[in-house]
């Protein structure tokens, strides 16, 4: 067996900046937000972390990474200009990256309304199917991205949820979407694998966290099918499956980028090995004692 292609996952890596930000920027969810970064998130998500997973990737080398949202606290440019620094810093062309948001990146209404994000991020968002996407922004989503031997599918599923919950909800329009996406030739032709950033099944009590509409997600993968769905959110290591036509389809969540907290959930990415016949998984942590990454899990899927 050779591995064919290798595809790394990122996930909520916060990244940290007020630079440029004005007084009336702060004010509602962001008020509450930015206190709660002074005050708690500073100490658990650590930006040197972050500088060292990205000398990581540059010594794995993958052939495409993902990054499935939470690029910032409280959707602030000055936190994606940050995002975008360490990305560039990575030395890889856009096009073997792949940037969606998560709900931190939807903090307020206007962000939403006005895709910046989408703005920002756009070159890590380009796909074969531009024109359909011209002049959209929410709505922008999902997209597909063929690279290799997959097609990249990315949903999604974050709003100004107008309150302090995390939930999220990818609706019917881009559900729909997604379907014709899943079934598309040159999407059947590849291994799918969906990007979202909240988890697609319930892995935490309450509402205020979960996806709102995972029972629909259910239902299209249930009859559409997929190879793989990965996701982010809840800065841990999680798994599931979903229910497929044929096989039940993984579902593989990544822990935070730069958590720095205890050593099952310190900051950490995940690296999927896709041969001819299986997926690998390989989960990447940073090791407190070297100051590096190194391999603390590996499983196939």
Known sequence: MSVTYRLAHVTDPHFQSFAGARWSDFTGKRAVGALNLVVNRRRMHKMELLAALGEDLKEQEPDHLVVSGDLSNVSLVSEWQAALRWLEALGRSSADVTVIPGNHDAYVPSVVETGAFEGLFAAYQTTERDGERAGRIRHAYPFLRIRGP?????????????????????????????????????????????????????????????????????????????????????HKDESATLTGPMRAVPVVGAGSASYAGANDRRARYNVYEFSDDQITLSTRAHDESTDGFREVARRRL
């Open 150 to 234: 997959l097609a990249l599918i990315c949903l999604n599923s974050c709003v100004a949820t107008g309150d302090l919950g995390a939930w999220g909800d990818i609706g019917a329009e881009q559900l729909s979407a997604a379907r014709e996406l899943l079934n598309a030739p040159e999407s059947r032709a590849k291994r799918r694998v969906v990007v979202l950033h909240h988890p697609p099944v319930m892995l935490k009590g309450g509402e205020d966290r979960n996806l709102r509409d995972r029972v629909a997600l259910s239902d299209l993968v249930a009859k559409s099918g997929a190879e793989l769905i990965i996701h982010g959110h809840d």
